[in-house]
C-alpha cells in the first residue's frame, strides 16, 4: 500500500494568495483528519471526516480555511486568503474502524510544508 | 474532556543510555493508548500501542505498559541508539472508538554518541 499521499510536499506562496492542500488517505480508510503542526502551537487538529462527512470541524482558526472531501479517495484543504502566520507543516491521516488490531490506529502523510511570504 | 500529558523536552542521552518519557493521561472509561514517533521532516508514525489495562505494546526495542490504577502510559527503551533521535507522542483514543486521537505536546529525544 502506498500509504496517505499528501501533495504537494512544499509550497511557497505570497500573503492574500489561495492555497489548495490535497490528500489521498488509505484504501478502505473511513476517517480523514488534518492537522497543522508549528513550533509555537505543536500538533493541532482542524478537521476530521468520516464516510466524507465533517464530524467536527471546531479546530479550523478561521472562515478563511476549509475543507471538502468529494469522495473516499480524496480530500482538500484550502485556505483563501492565504496569511503569514499560516505557515506550518499540514499533515492528513486516515483510519478505519471495524475488527483488527489495527483500527482506531491514524497513518500520517509526509505533510506540506507551507510558507507564506 | 479528554487529555494527555508527557513530559517536557528535550531529552539528551548518551547512546545506550536507559530511556524513560513519561505519559499520564485523563479520560473516562477505558481509552485505547498510543505511543507515536516523528522522525526529522516525516510525519508522525505508530510507534506502539495497548488497548487495555496492564497490556504491554512493544516495537523496535520500546516498550510501554498501560497502567488504569495510575493512568499512566510511560515510553521505555533499555538502551537507545543516535536513530532513536525524534519527537514521541503520547496519544489516546476514546472509549467507544470514534478514531479521533487526542496527543500529547510531544517530547524530543537527543541522543549522541
Known amino acids: 500500500d502506498a500509504g496517505v499521499i499528501q501533495s504537494p510536499r512544499h509550497e511557497v506562496t505570497e500573503m492574500g494568495q489561495e492555497v489548495t492542500l490535497r490528500c489521498k488517505p488509505i484504501?478502505?480508510?473511513?476517517?480523514l483528519f488534518w492537522y497543522r503542526q508549528t513550533m509555537m502551537r505543536g500538533l493541532e487538529l482542524l478537521i476530521y471526516?468520516?464516510?466524507?462527512?465533517?464530524?467536527?470541524d471546531s479546530g479550523m482558526p478561521e472562515d478563511r480555511f476549509s475543507a471538502k472531501m468529494p469522495n473516499a479517495s480524496f480530500s482538500t484543504l484550502k485556505i483563501q486568503p492565504s496569511e503569514p502566520r499560516d505557515s506550518a507543516v499540514y499533515f492528513c491521516?486516515?483510519?478505519?474502524?471495524?475488527?483488527?488490531?489495527?483500527?482506531?490506529?491514524?497513518?500520517f502523510g509526509p505533510g506540506t510544508r507551507l510558507l507564506v511570504l | 474532556g479528554d487529555s494527555v500529558t508527557q513530559m517536557e523536552g528535550p531529552v539528551t542521552l548518551s547512546e545506550e543510555a536507559c530511556l524513560t518519557i513519561?505519559?499520564?493521561?485523563?479520560?473516562?472509561?477505558?481509552?485505547?493508548l498510543f505511543w507515536y514517533v516523528q522522525y526529522p521532516g516525516e510525519g508522525l508514525q505508530l510507534l506502539l500501542k495497548?488497548?487495555?489495562?496492564?497490556d504491554k505494546g512493544s516495537n523496535k526495542g520500546f516498550e510501554a505498559t498501560y497502567r488504569k490504577e495510575t493512568t499512566s502510559f510511560h515510553l521505555e527503551k533499555g538502551s537507545v541508539q543516535v536513530s532513536d533521535s525524534a519527537v514521541y507522542f503520547c496519544?489516546?483514543?476514546?472509549?467507544?472508538?470514534?478514531?479521533?486521537?487526542?496527543f500529547g505536546t510531544g517530547t524530543q529525544l537527543k541522543v549522541e554518541l
Open positions: 491521516a486516515s483510519s478505519f474502524t471495524g475488527r483488527g488490531r489495527n483500527q482506531e490506529t491514524q497513518y
Open positions: 484504501s478502505g480508510h473511513d476517517y
Open positions: 471526516f468520516n464516510n466524507n462527512v465533517p464530524i467536527d
Open positions: 513519561n505519559c499520564t493521561y485523563t479520560a473516562t472509561g477505558y481509552p485505547s
Open positions: 495497548a488497548t487495555k489495562a496492564d
Open positions: 496519544a489516546l483514543s476514546p472509549t467507544g472508538g470514534g478514531n479521533k486521537l487526542t
